[in-house]
């Protein structure tokens, strides 16, 4: 492949179509949540966002063209999302949380997948979405041997499957009316019968799909919202505490069976990596635009505008350079991941190193971006007390960079087989 960094025809469509749809609809939606006193009803009030969203194509977008979407290119993702989390962070997680709900799905593609995938193809109201993964507790040794492993379980009953447990982050997990989302990809643990000693607790993985029409079916008590959490930034993204008692799904719904789930999971979880680095640079490209317009404009009472000052000019290059390097190493990931060079763990490599990077870097920009506008910056008309809170999380969800990203590099290079470089010259003659 030339290397060339030149959008394709297609690929600057879809930054121009992200970039309109993030100046009409997303700039204008903090009005509608921001003074809201809640987490509940800041996101119920993003709704029309996301119905606008629907419309215009996002959420059908986030799904295969094998399955019936208009999905494109994981670069184009990138490149969507980066234009949507420059202006407005908290209300765009919400659209691509439901594509992480959906990417189960792409994973698999199964062609009787449609019938679940149905309303997410409408473009019409705002059908959710949920990747149902994480526990109270957390759940970054999930996989190890001789660990509690994850709560949330099922067990085979005849010609269904029985689901219990807790959820807790897992965001869109409750519906905008806190009675399910439209489509939750539940992954758990089979209980049917108890494990062997040498079984690994991956082979026990298995995802469900719950649609809203099966809890409804198993009534009232079949499904609960124990609590919201009250974030820092996201301000108006839904990632409660949920409750599953004993919800009975038919066969039809086991997307993975038991031994397959945990594979699909990490799999999804490689290319929401490449997408939490698009967030990065998105969030570090608002923090030099906001910056740079207070640099050029303030003089702080001196006789010059302070980017004549060589430390602020200092910070604002600093940013500026680690934006580019962060887009250009989110770029090459996404490539990397659908296209090669090399076998999957090397190019699953630079998804993780990605998200790690990106993400680490992410919150030192906006840091200096306050440290180059001084205690103005402290003010909360001014942008920068949203990005640094909104940046904060970047590291530890998602897999946090420490307990799960990092870990994952490092089981690639204890690996016999690793090649280093193979995504950059291809794989090593053997």
Known sequence: MPIDFQLSTSEAGTRAAAAAFAEKVLRPSRSLYAK???????????????????????????????????????????????ECYTVEPSASLTVFATGLGLSPLNIVQKPELKEFLAPFLSGAGAP????????????????????????????????????????????????????GPDL?????????????????????????????????RNGPDAFQVVGDVETMGHTSVSGPHIKYTNVRLPLKNV????????????????????????????????????SLAFARSDDRRGAVPLLERQAVADLLSGIKMQTEACRALVWKAAYVLENGPGDYDARRELALAAKVYCSDAAVKAVTEAINAVGITAYDNSLPFAGLLTNAMVLPIFDGGNVGIRRRHLQQLMLAPSYDAWATTFGPSKQ
């Open 36 to 82: 809201l006193p809640t987490q509940r009803e800041r996101f119920q009030a993003t709704r029309p966002v996301y119905e606008a969203a629907a419309a215009s194509g996002l959420v059908k977008g986030q799904i295969r063209p094998e399955l019936g979407g208009s999905g494109g290119s994981l670069v184009e993702a990138a490149i969507l999302v980066e």
């Open 255 to 290: 997307l993975c069976a038991p031994g397959d789930g945990a594979a699909v999971v990490n799999g999804a979880f490689d290319s929401s990596a490449v997408l939490v680095g698009a967030m990065s640079v998105g969030l570090m490209r608002a923090a030099f635009d906001a």
């Open 184 to 216: 939750a990809c539940v992954v758990c643990r089979d209980v049917t019968s108890p494990p062997s000693d040498d079984q690994e607790p991956r082979d026990s993985i298995m995802i469900l799909l719950v649609t809203r029409a099966d809890l409804e």
């Open 128 to 179: 959710l979405a949920s990747l149902v993964f994480s526990e109270p507790g957390g759940v970054a040794n999930w996989l190890e041997r001789g660990g509690r492993g994850l709560n949330t379980t099922a067990r085979k009953d005849g010609n269904e499957w029985v689901l219990n447990g807790e959820k807790l982050w897992a965001t869109n997990s409750a519906g905008w009316d806190y009675k």
